[in-house]
């Protein structure tokens, strides 16, 4: 399913944004989903998942409480709010599609992947 990831940009510290990611075709909700991020010089990593129904959302502890995952398969659409936003969590966000009910931690386990977004947060 073809991925269309936005809402990336420049944000002081403390700050909000919202990431959204349009998926083209009718089997969006057939897969569960995910976010993962990339900083320069460090490997892609896992930030949240949810399930296809979007439900039992989950997040890695450097973003519990301050990010939300949520989607809407009427709509084909994935997002996630970023509140609280910090210098570190400033990266390249890729929205990702998973064949399993709930969107997995590994990477590996995705099968379609978006562009991806930049994310830079001022301190």
């Known amino acids: 399913v073809p991925l269309q990831a936005c809402g990336g940009g420049l944000v002081q510290a403390g700050g909000s944004l919202r990431l959204s990611c349009a998926a083209s075709g009718r089997t969006f909700s057939s897969y569960g989903m995910g976010w993962f991020r990339q900083a320069p010089g460090k490997e892609r990593e896992f930030v949240a998942a949810?399930?296809?129904?979007?439900?039992?959302?989950y997040y890695s502890d450097s973003v519990k409480g301050r990010f939300t995952i949520s989607r809407d398969n009427a709509k084909n659409t994935l997002y996630l709010q970023m509140n609280s936003l910090k210098p570190e969590d400033t990266a390249v966000y890729y929205c990702?599609?998973?064949?399993?009910?709930?969107?997995?931690?590994?990477?590996?386990?995705?099968?379609?992947w978006g562009q991806g977004t930049q994310v830079t947060v001022s301190s």
């Open positions: 949810i399930s296809r129904a979007g439900r039992s959302p």
């Open positions: 990702a599609a998973d064949g399993a009910y709930y969107g997995r931690v590994e990477a590996d386990a995705y099968d379609y």
